[in-house]
């Protein structure tokens, strides 16, 4: 699997939207490991942008990765009672609510221009969040050279994937900070990272790719022990100074063992793992059916982080974080892959 990414180590930088920058991408792949970009909340325009900004700082691959979430269904009124629902807050800050909800991400699975700049610009991999893609899209990519991964959370999603010919597999568990990578986002198995990995292994023929709640050596060779070639980290890179996380975001992941995380569907409108804030323990409602789809709930949130952020308030922002994030550690990209590795092999020796 590793010669296969054409890394040294086994370990792969969540592309964790918001967050992953060229910068960051590159400092990991000239590490390693496997830097990775995401391009869900851009244009393809921007997409090759980013692309090409990674390229220039590395000759090493690199991860694009993708969001491949099925439109949302709208409903004028669970819409208009979210937004009557959101006003009080906006009101806090002065702030107006919108007067309605906006799909703000086109889905990879409706844009082909996204398509076309992948099969031109070919990076070295690509990976698939929130389902799966046409199979002819899989196989173009494919032939091109291009590695494909897909998160899954289940075993069906894995038998998807299968079916739909990836080269590899994410299996994300629960611990996992920032989106749940579920196909339908009204159905999560809820399974750990260690006993996807472990079920998986047992019929996949494919790598998997173990992730959530990894943030150590020591939690790589769990992972690679249990049957994963490889681990998908995230929140262990937050801190570094080549992601573009706010002070906010870092104060707060910085709290270490008094960090809190939970899984919210407030924000963005499909469940994520973040670190508690006002839209956990004031907007979520009891009933998942009341939160519009995803994106259209996203929409309505960043205004209103945004709303409160020009007030000095991050009681709204996604800050994304696994349930590991009080070990997050505050060092450059290169010098944590090396810190890992060197955990790694003093884990597996042992």
Known sequence: MIDKLGIAHPIIQAPMAGVSTPELAAAVSNAGA???IAVGAV????????????????????????????????????????????????????????????????SFLDDPNMLAVLLEEQPAVVSFHFGLPATTWIKQLQNRGIVTLACVTSLNEAQLAIAAGVDALVAQGIEAGGHRGIFDPYQDSGMTTADLVTQLASFAEQPIIAAGGIMTGADIAAAL???????????????????SANAGYRANLCRGAAVNTEITSAISGRLARGIVNRAHIEIEPHNR????DYPLTYDAMKQLAAAAAAQGDEGYAA???????????????????????SELHTSLSS
Do not use: K
Not at 49 to 76: K, W
Not at 229 to 239: E, R, S, Y
């Open 34 to 36: 496997l830097g990775s």
């Open 43 to 106: 244009n393809s325009d921007t997409a090759r942008q980013l692309i090409q900004s990674t390229r220039a700082l590395t000759d090493q691959p690199f991860n694009v990765n993708l969001f491949c979430h099925q439109q949302p269904q709208r409903s004028a009124e669970v819409e208009q009672e979210w937004i009557e629902r959101l006003t009080p807050h906006f009101e806090r800050f002065g702030a107006n609510p919108p007067a309605q909800l906006n799909e703000i991400y086109l």
């Open 225 to 243: 022990n249990a049957g994963a070639a490889a681990v998908q980290m995230g929140t262990a890179f937050v801190l570094c100074p080549e992601s």
């Open 289 to 292: 059916a009341d939160v519009p």
């Open 319 to 341: 800050h994304w974080a696994g349930t590991g994030a009080g070990l997050a550690r505050s060092m450059p990209a290169a010098q944590l892959i090396e810190t890992l590795v």
